[in-house]
C-alpha cells in the first residue's frame, strides 16, 4: 500500500524548534516530490514547498521562504519540515503530500495523516 | 502567484440536489487543475484533476469542466458522504501551488 506516514502531534512553546517527520512506503521514494502544505485552524490549504528526495533539491513559497526547512534523507524514505524558532502563529495542521503518483498529473495524490502542531507559552 | 477565487465560500444543500461550485483564476492555466475534498479531522483526498479527469475510485456524480481562467465542480446527485469542504487548486504555475479559499457545502 502507498503511503505517507506522519510523526504525531506536537505542542510547544515560542522560541522552541521543532522537527515533523514524513515517512513514505509502498513506492520509489526518490521518483516523486514531496510538498508540505499548511492548514491553520478553520482555514484553507496553503501549499509551504517541496523536496526531491534523490537530491534534496527545494523549492518554498516565497510565504513561507527563511521561516521553515525542509529536509529529506532517502535512506529512510523521510522528509522532515523543521523549525528553528516556533511562534504562535505556526498552530495549524501540517500535511505532507505527493504529487503524481497514480495521475498523469502535477496534482496531490497521495496525502499523509497530517500533524498537528500547537505552539503556546 | 496565480490567484484562485472559489466560490461560493458556503452552501446549504440538500441529499439530491446538483450542485456546482465555481474557481477562477487570476490568468489562464490550462485545464491545470484539480479538485480535492476535505472532511472534518482528516487529510484532502483528490477527486478530479487536469479539470475534468476523475481520480481512480471516485464517483461518476462529480464532474468537472472549464478552460482558460474559469472552472467548476458538479456534483449531480448529492449523497450524505459528499457533505464536505472542496478546494481547487492550480498546478500551472509549478511549483507555486495554490489552492481556492475553498467552499464548505452543508446539508440544508
Known amino acids: 500500500e502507498v503511503q505517507l506516514v506522519q510523526s504525531g502531534a506536537e505542542v510547544k512553546k515560542p522560541g522552541e524548534s521543532l522537527r515533523i517527520s514524513c515517512k513514505g512506503s509502498g513506492y520509489s521514494f526518490t521518483s516523486y516530490w514531496i510538498s508540505w502544505v499548511r492548514q491553520m485552524p478553520g482555514k484553507g490549504l496553503e501549499w509551504m514547498g517541496r523536496i526531491d528526495p534523490s537530491d534534496s533539491y527545494t523549492n518554498y513559497s516565497p510565504s513561507f521562504q527563511g521561516h521553515v526547512t525542509i529536509s529529506a534523507d532517502k535512506s529512510i524514505s523521510t522528509a522532515y519540515l523543521q523549525w528553528s524558532s516556533l511562534k504562535a502563529s505556526d498552530t495549524a495542521m501540517y500535511y505532507c503530500?505527493?504529487?503524481?503518483?497514480?495521475?498523469?498529473?502535477?496534482?496531490?495524490?497521495?496525502w499523509g495523516q497530517g500533524t498537528m502542531v500547537t505552539v503556546s507559552s | 502567484d496565480i490567484q484562485m477565487t472559489q466560490s461560493p465560500s458556503s452552501l446549504s444543500a440538500s441529499v439530491g440536489d446538483r450542485v456546482t461550485i465555481t474557481c477562477r483564476a487570476s490568468q489562464g492555466i490550462s485545464n491545470s487543475l484539480a479538485w480535492y475534498q476535505q472532511k472534518p479531522g482528516k487529510a484532502p483526498k483528490l477527486l478530479l484533476y487536469a479539470a475534468s479527469r476523475l481520480e481512480s475510485g471516485v464517483p461518476s456524480r462529480f464532474s468537472g469542466s472549464g478552460s482558460g481562467t474559469d472552472y467548476t465542480l458538479t456534483i449531480s446527485s448529492l449523497q450524505p458522504e459528499d457533505f464536505a469542504t472542496y478546494y481547487c487548486?492550480?498546478?500551472?504555475?509549478?511549483?507555486?501551488?495554490?489552492f481556492g479559499q475553498g467552499t464548505k457545502l452543508e446539508i440544508k
Open positions: 503530500a505527493v504529487a503524481g503518483w497514480l495521475v498523469r498529473a502535477d496534482a496531490f495524490d497521495i
Open positions: 487548486q492550480q498546478y500551472y504555475s509549478t511549483p507555486g501551488y495554490t
